[in-house]
């Protein structure tokens, strides 16, 4: 099932329920994964290309949350999470720390990488590995320490 459809199943389930929140985030994801389809000029997006929108309203949620959490706005740091929580669903499951740090160390003793200068190189070859299955920053920090040992 592509992610459009299971997105207007859901959003057919949470007009059925009168959930408003639910309705109010999965309208917008939908309104964003159209834009993006008009913007990039194609009938229909591809799974990555839908999964990729997702991520990022996902990161300008978490982002949100942060600036909320600053500005001590305890309302819309709730709904932002209500929201993060909802458009989370739609991502592919996250990898965890501990598979991303097997596949850096994979990657570097195939690869024969041996300073931090090998990153980019490094970065590169894990990048379409987990894309969309992890957060990029998170998996640079763990590149970055793995090399520093």
């Not at 997702?54 to 709730?78: N, T």
């Not at 669903?89 to 598979?99: D, F, I, S």
Request: charged share 35%; aromatic share 2%.
């Amino acid at each position: 099932m592509m992610l459009l459809d299971k997105i207007n199943l859901d959003l057919k389930e949470a007009m059925k329920n009168k959930n408003k929140t639910k309705l109010e985030t999965i309208r917008l994801i939908k309104t964003t994964l159209m834009n993006e389809k008009i913007k990039l000029m194609v009938d229909k997006l591809s799974e990555e290309q839908e999964i990729a929108v997702v991520a990022r309203e996902v990161k300008q949620r978490k982002d949100s949350i942060i600036e909320y959490e600053k500005a001590e706005r305890a309302d819309l740091v709730e709904k932002e999470k209500v929201q993060l929580d909802i458009l989370q669903t739609y991502l592919p499951k996250q990898l965890e720390e501990k598979e991303i740090i097997d596949l850096i160390e994979k990657i570097v003793v195939d690869s024969n990488f041996t300073s931090i200068k090998d990153m980019g190189k490094v970065m590169s070859t894990l990048s379409p590995l987990v894309k969309g299955r992890a957060d990029m920053a998170k998996v640079s920090q763990l590149v970055k320490n793995y090399l520093n040992k």
